[in-house]
C-alpha cells in the first residue's frame, strides 16, 4: 500500500533563511507526487505536483521541489521564507483508486 | 467563480444527534472525496465517489455515511455511531478518473464540535 512519512512534525526557520521539508513516500511506480499547503482553520492549497517529466518542478509562491526515485523523496524547499509561509504543509501519493494518501504535515514557524 | 463550498464553517451538536454536513462544486468534476483531519495525523479518507449515484468507503467509514445524487453535492453524514466526531471535515474534488493527474481541490472545511 502507499505510504508517506513526513520526519518532521515542526521545523523552526527564520525570516530570509532557505526551507527543506521532507518527504519520503512508498510507492511501486511511477509516483503522482503533491505538496499542499494549509494555514489554521483553513482548507488545503496546492502548491505544486510531479507527474513525469523533469525531476525538479516549480510551484507557487517561490516553491520547489525535486523527486529522487532512488530515495523515494520529493522534498519541498524555498530559497528565502517569509513570514506569511508559516503553516501547515502536507505531502501527498497518488493512490490506487484515482485517491490521495497524505503525511501528516509538517508545521513550519517563522522567526523573525 | 469556480470552487468548492463548505457549509457551516463551525458546527456544534450534542451527542446522540445526527449532523449532515454539506459540500458543493462547480467545478464540473466527477469525483469527490471527504476527509477527517486531526492534530499530528494529517488527513483521513472516510469517502469517496468517482461518479454520480456510486460512493466507495475510505479509511475509516465508521460512523458516517454519504450520498451521490447530484454531480456537485456529496453531504456527509455524522451519525450517533461516531464515536469521536469532534474535528475538522474537509471536502475535495478532482475531474475523476477522465484525468489523469489526480489533483485534488479542497474546500474552506467544517470545524464540528459534539459535545
Known amino acids: 500500500a502507499q505510504s508517506v512519512t513526513q520526519p518532521d512534525i515542526h521545523i523552526t526557520v527564520s525570516e530570509g533563511a532557505s526551507l527543506e521539508l521532507r518527504c519520503n513516500y512508498s510507492?511501486?511506480?511511477?509516483?503522482?507526487l503533491f505538496w499542499y499547503v494549509q494555514s489554521p482553520g483553513q482548507g488545503l492549497q496546492l502548491l505544486l505536483k510531479?507527474?513525469?517529466?523533469?525531476?525538479l518542478v516549480q510551484g507557487i509562491k517561490g516553491f520547489e521541489a525535486e523527486f529522487k526515485r532512488s530515495q523515494s523523496s520529493f522534498n519541498l524547499r524555498k530559497p528565502s521564507v517569509h513570514w506569511s509561509d508559516a503553516a501547515e504543509y502536507f505531502c501527498?501519493?497518488?493512490?490506487?483508486?484515482?485517491?490521495?494518501?497524505f503525511g501528516a504535515g509538517t508545521i513550519l514557524r517563522v522567526k523573525s | 467563480d469556480g470552487g468548492i463550498t463548505q457549509s457551516p464553517k463551525y458546527l456544534f451538536r450534542k451527542e446522540g444527534q445526527n449532523v449532515t454536513l454539506s459540500c458543493e462544486q462547480n467545478l464540473n468534476h466527477d469525483a469527490m472525496y471527504w476527509y477527517r483531519q486531526d492534530p499530528g495525523q494529517g488527513l483521513r479518507l472516510i469517502y469517496y465517489?468517482?461518479?454520480?449515484?456510486?460512493?466507495q468507503k475510505g479509511d475509516i467509514a465508521e460512523g458516517y455515511s454519504v450520498s451521490r445524487e447530484k454531480k456537485e453535492s456529496f453531504p456527509l453524514t455524522v451519525t450517533s455511531a461516531q464515536k469521536n466526531p469532534t474535528a475538522f471535515y474537509l471536502c475535495?474534488?478532482?475531474?475523476?478518473?477522465?484525468?489523469?493527474?489526480?489533483?485534488?481541490?479542497f474546500g474552506p472545511g467544517t470545524r464540528l464540535t459534539v459535545t
Open positions: 475535495a474534488s478532482s475531474p475523476g478518473l477522465r484525468d489523469g493527474s489526480r489533483e485534488q481541490y
Open positions: 510531479y507527474f513525469s517529466g523533469d525531476t
Open positions: 465517489s468517482q461518479i454520480v449515484n456510486d460512493f
Open positions: 510507492y511501486g511506480a511511477t509516483p503522482y
Open positions: 501527498a501519493v497518488g493512490a490506487d483508486g484515482n485517491k490521495l494518501v
